[in-house]
T-cell receptor, first 112, second 116 residues
Framework: GQQVMQIPQYQHVQEGEDFTTYCNSSTTLSNIQWYKQRPGGHPVFLIQLVKSGEVKKQKRLTFQFGEAKKNSSLHITATQTTDVGTYFCAGLSGAGSYQLTFGKGTKLSVIP | DTEVTQTPKHLVMGMTNKKSLKCEQHMGHRAMYWYKQKAKKPPELMFVYSYEKLSINESVPSRFSPECPNSSLLNLHLHALQPEDSALYLC???????????????FGPGTRLLVL
């Protein structure tokens, strides 16, 4: 079955440093979605990438979807304490599919 | 409005109890989902309803019984659960659309379930 690998599992950064998490799928994806889950919270949708090579930005967050639509990354510039949480990527294998395959998540800690 | 609501927020139940979790959305989404999330793990898909019909059941034990009374509501009936079923139960919804970019899943806040 489809697998989505996500690294690193944990990342501790000093406030102001950059952070990147990577996802790699065993199969080509129709789209990939990114979620943030704060401690004690629920996954909150951040963004969806659909097109090969797509790059989207949300303030300090930059999301990329690989040319082969099998890998993706989330980069945060100049982290802040409010960025703390677990970031999950989740891939859909085909248009019309309902089954999101989640990566295991990257837990980000920011040291003030 | 991208809100999915879930009740109750917290639930403690014994192994002989029967309880129900409820989920509601008013975004006109026709796909609704139940996920189970254990601590430090990603959400695991349990059930998917599409147009009020069960389309995916990920080999979930029969002590979990989903129900979709209408396009806005999703229930999860619980009976004779085990302590290992303690987890965060998340509901999500999405457009049921075949053309790729409308399948974003929006999650509710979840029900934290403790089985004693």
């Amino acid at each position: 079955g489809q697998q989505v690998m996500q690294i690193p599992q944990y990342q501790h950064v000093q406030e102001g440093e950059d952070f990147t998490t990577y996802c790699n799928s065993s199969t080509t994806l129709s789209n990939i979605q990114w979620y943030k889950q704060r401690p004690g919270g629920h996954p909150v949708f951040l963004i969806q990438l659909v097109k090969s090579g797509e790059v989207k930005k949300q303030k300090r967050l930059t999301f990329q979807f690989g040319e082969a639509k099998k890998n993706s990354s989330l980069h945060i510039t100049a982290t802040q304490t409010t960025d703390v949480g677990t970031y999950f990527c989740a891939g859909l294998s085909g248009a019309g599919s309902y089954q999101l395959t989640f990566g295991k998540g990257t837990k980000l800690s920011v040291i003030p | 409005d991208t809100e999915v609501t879930q009740t109750p927020k917290h639930l403690v139940m014994g192994m002989t109890n029967k309880k129900s979790l409820k989920c509601e959305q008013h975004m006109g989404h026709r796909a609704m989902y139940w996920y189970k999330q254990k601590a430090k793990k990603p959400p695991e898909l349990m059930f998917v309803y599409s147009y009020e019909k069960l389309s995916i059941n990920e080999s979930v034990p029969s002590r979990f019984s989903p129900e979709c009374p209408n396009s806005s509501l999703l229930n999860l009936h619980l009976h004779a659960l085990q302590p290992e079923d303690s987890a965060l139960y998340l509901c999500a919804s999405s457009q049921a659309d075949r053309w790729g970019d409308r399948e974003t899943q929006y999650f509710g806040p979840g029900t934290r379930l403790l089985v004693l």
